[in-house]
């Protein structure tokens, strides 16, 4: 500890902690102090207020988080840690206190430190044992970034009405404070700062910046490695354009680029001088929290600042951060002695170097130095007085336990997330709602809005993620301008849906569907239509067919009486394309075949070969089925104009074409039948997908007892009465496939019923007659007896045939006793012994067998007669 | 049945009795019409039925290539022959008959079901050939010992058997015993075997099993480690150092060497042998290193130049096919607009563009061609001079090797000339202690004769020292000449075939454009 002369009033250190201090430096001199003193004990009660909360899980959080006003906060509830200090605790704040005095009295200059603000039971505490490091049990918040989410999701920010007055609200302290407990709970080595941030920063203004869910991925282009010239590659031919051509031409080009660069240029500049807002005049004094996060542990490559409203992490370089004033973890407070000129681009996180960073407490482990100690002017006399404090000091002196309860959120509270499950962020030209999951009923938990201009009037694009559909939508994707809506969904969707794309929901309109190809029998990836045409995308199938496209004609006006189902479009041509089979030789494997339906012709394409550039053709005529005198042409070599790259004598004949074409002439009608199928599908799906968006249904996990109603009654009914049943939020009614499954798992519990094989027997008519009853009672009756009976047998065997097998083994030990060695009569000795235990077990077993068998069947006949279902008969007949 | 037929004139197998076979079993209806206009060849016929033809011998099937099913039953074939031809064949019947001997399969590898049922044969034998075989039908037949059966244990793919109505099946292990030998047979005499059937069998013919399999195994290993021997003689041998990885020509020097033997018991001699067969082994060892990495260096040389050849020609044609497909869009085009066109002078200015095209396609396309076999033909010359260097300087380091081992045997035969010199004088003086074998004393009868027995063993040790070197060298050359002329040849190949299609291409091109024409102007 260093000891410095001058006092410093304490209020000022509680007042610095209200967070706003940083702001108020300016007027620092003209503010009485009693002004600011008052307005401190709100932050802190903000800060405990959140802390209680999160603990309490109990308590809707997301419904008092606005509510910022002390008669909110049962005092009385909170644990004692909250409403006093410990003896360690008093101790540190009076350190905490000299700190303070020497630090203002060397830095008179400088704004009063954030040491010990009050919390809400008006009881000071030191900022580090505020922090209480919590690994959360999700595994989701495992991550800096994740975890960061959640707490800008988590908690809400209150706009500041008043810049100068940030600590009214002030709760940058509590997002911070919550998420570097997270994160230090994750094994991450995070410290809360202090500091000044800009205005957009502070205000949680997103509105300049742009939604990082419309940035678009860039593509990352890898450049192909050059593969270094083999020994033996050829050389290139030789290149025979003037080469003084072509400079002029690269020359020309660039010109043109420069002209366009220069063009864009300008237009960014304009358009960022459109959106710069005006300078703010309180530039650098405001007051903000937020994390650090230092290189080193979790595999951290590199220092990074989190902004914990946004949850969006900068570098330490960013213009948003205007300054430090200290930052501080669960075991030591850090005081800033580096010049903030140049916003915090500067600063050397090197905590363990005393002329940057002045610690508070000893002995923490963040002592290496890793710079040579450079003389700053006007701190040099600090390090004497340091160095002196430092000997007198006791060093083993540590941070004290945090006073904060374990931070708990429930799994309800971690699920909503949002308060009231509902958060809304204004970006620049973006809008981003997000819900809790099963909040609103068609499962809509993140809306993202894009607008064309600043004012946010008109809107481009609408984005909407999904959760829990049964139909496994995912995300919808509305062009405002093109009208295009795309559906992406999830795998599981009865149609093996992936993605959808369309103007409208209307039949033979441009559209495209894209499929889990695995999840479906044919294969299909991807089917695109326009008015006019279909094109079918295949893959991973037997007959190699990749590609499918039909081309329709117009309609056919009918005056029949037929509905317009039954009138499809006529076919006009299908083209088919095949990848290569490698079990047939190319000029046999077909790579694409055209049916030119209304020509009446089909043609053919080979593969080609391995070794060649052409590929064999083949093309099939049927114009006339009969010729001018009314004979039935069969097959005439003109219907079959075929070009081989290698003529082969088997193709030639007219028998082979002729089974070709047969051939073809089937697996036409089956391509039509397909172009059909395909069409019937489409409307198919397209109902589906309009029942499904009437109906949307949510599904729900059968180990989510809180909304699943069967599974929470089930799970009761099975007896673990602990369980306190939470108010659940409205359930949607499970599907009925559940229902059964449940059902069935019900009887499998349900005791063994000892009259149903024999009541299964009966005739299935309504009621029993008496005298069937009877039977059914004396079946059971005699089953049981011979049930009895058979057991008595089996062990009565068993017995005897132990017996007779000792008896054999003692007449041979008998017969052979002379000769016999002492091993063997040792084998012989302990044989005897085991079986004669066994036979005595057996024994022992047909006794008992016999004394309880009558006292089983009496017990039987007893159940019988009380039995529900027979007791009516019985009664008359007793 | 067959007493029927023995009574009845047995026919002959001719062309007319094929030719109305084929006819009768040929297509139907329109497609038959068309295929006796035609006339069908023997050589596109696939399957054939010839049963209840009272056929004696198997005769004229030789044109019927492509072959795959072939029934013959119900005749009285009493000898399996003719079916050489047939190695398609996957099918053959030949039940009710009267053979006696299976034989004459030996070159139907693709047989997959044999049917003998009915016949007379005694031995299963002369099947080795038919590794797919997966049914056999040889019930009703005179098979009578059990061994019969291990013998069926060579086809793998052996399913279905039937042996019933045969001697064997009498006997009360004849189920059991197959069982156990044949474990992979679902199908005997038509029934499936079950499970437990086969358990019981397997333990009920353990030993047998155990002991036959212990000798399979034996000797396929031994098959396996001839195999592998010989792999690896191959590939010493296309590296040109077989057999020197060893003492081999040492001794091969001193196999006929009768003289040197005889040499050899002299005093002091067999530690110079010795030492001298050391020095000598040393030298082919290194001789057999160096072959085998130089061996992998030309290797490494022809799979780039291969490499290299092949992406070349990859690319070429690559650039070939685009050209064509480019093509064909337009050609279907202008062809349609030929054909829609009414106007004459339209007409023929569009066929002469369109001609014009075709010209330049072809032109295009025999370009591509031509920078393709200049630049192959360089590479394949540096190729050429690379391998011929490769090669020589190989040659030049065996042939200095070998001149150590000449440097050897001059050095061992100086020795032994004076070893034997001094032995001669000894003997003369009778100051020889030990005692020399009789055919060796016999040498040492005057200078002359010993100086002329070392000479000659000497001779011959150079003499197989030369000859193995010049193996080597020729060897060594006649592959690299060989290789080189497989490239041009190859090369040389390749381009009158890809000329000779874009040729046909274009003609056919052509002759599209010409018909179109053609009909046109009649119209």
Redesign the interface.
Known sequence: MEVLKEKVEEEEEAEREEAAVRAERGEKVVRPMEVRREEAPMTQEMLRDLERKLSDTEMAIPEKLSTFTKDTIAISKLPLSYQSNTLKEEHLLQVADSFSRQYSHLCPDRVPLFLHPLNECEVPKFVSTTIRPTLMPYPELYNWDSCAQFVSDFLSMVPLPDPLKPYQEGNCFDFSTLLCSMLLGAGYDAYCVNGYGSQDMCQMDLTRDVCPLTVKHQEVVQEEEKVPPKKYAIKPPRDLTSRFQQEQETKKQEEIKAEEERRLREEEERLLDVEKAKTDPLHGLRVHSWVLVLSGKREVPESFFIDPFTAHSYSTQDDHFLGIESLWNHKNYWVNMQDCWNCCKDLVFDLGDPVRWEYLLLGTEKSHLSLTEEEEDGLNDDDDVENLGKEDEDKSFDMPPSWVEQIEISPEAFETRCPNGKKVIQYKRAKLEKWAPYLNSNGLVCRLTTYEDLECTKTLEIKEWFQNREDMLELKHIDKSTGLNVDYFKPGHPQALRVHSYKSMQPETDRIMEFYDRARVDGLVKREETSKTMTEYYRGRSDFLFYRHVSFGDRVKKLSLNSAESNPRPIVKITERFARNPEQPADEDVAERVFLISEERIQLRYHCRDDHITASKREFLRRSEADNKGNKIVMTPDMCISFEVEPMEHTKKLLYQYEAMMKLKNEEKLSRHQAWESELEVLEILKLREEEEEEHRLTISIYDTKRNEKSKEYREAMGSPQADPPPPPPPPPPPPRRVMHEEHLRQVEAPLDYLAPFLAQLPPSEKMTRWQAMRVKDECLSDIKQRLIDKANLIQARFEKETQELQKKQQWYQENQVTLTVEDEDLYLSYCSQAMFRIRILEQRLNRHKELAPLKYLALEEKLYKDPRLVEFMKVFV | MNWLYDSVEPRVMDEDLLKLAVGEQG?RD??G???R??G?LFK?VLSLRLDFQNILRIDSLWQFENLRKLQLDNNIIEKIEGLERLVHLVWLDLSFNNIEAIEGLDTLVNLEDLSLFNNRISKIDSLDALVKLQVLSLGNNEISHMMNIIYLRRFKDLRTLSLSGNPIAEEEDYKMFICAYLPDLVYLDFRRIDDHMKELAEIKHQYGIDELKQRENLSQAQLDDERAQREELEEHKAAFVERLNGSFLFDSMYAEDVEGNKLAHLPGVSELLQAYKDKFVIICLNIFEYGLKQQEMRKV?LD??N???Q???QEN?EQ??RR?AKFEEAHLLSLNAIRDESEVTNLEMKVAEHSKDITELFDM?MTLEM??VE??E??IN??ERNIMDLVALFIENVQSLMAQCRDLENHHHEKLLEISINTLEKILKGELDEDLPYDVRALFVDKDTIVNAVGTSHDLHLLKIDNREDELVTRTNSWCSHLVDAIHKDEIM?NR??VK??H??VD?VQNELDNLECSEIID
């Open positions: 297509p329109e497609a019409q068309l295929a206009q035609e069908i596109d040389e780039t130049f490499e290299c050849v992406e070349a020609i044609r070939g096919k064509i396309l920078q393709l630049q192959l360089e590479t540096t190729f390749r075939r890809r299609e874009i046909q291409y056919h």
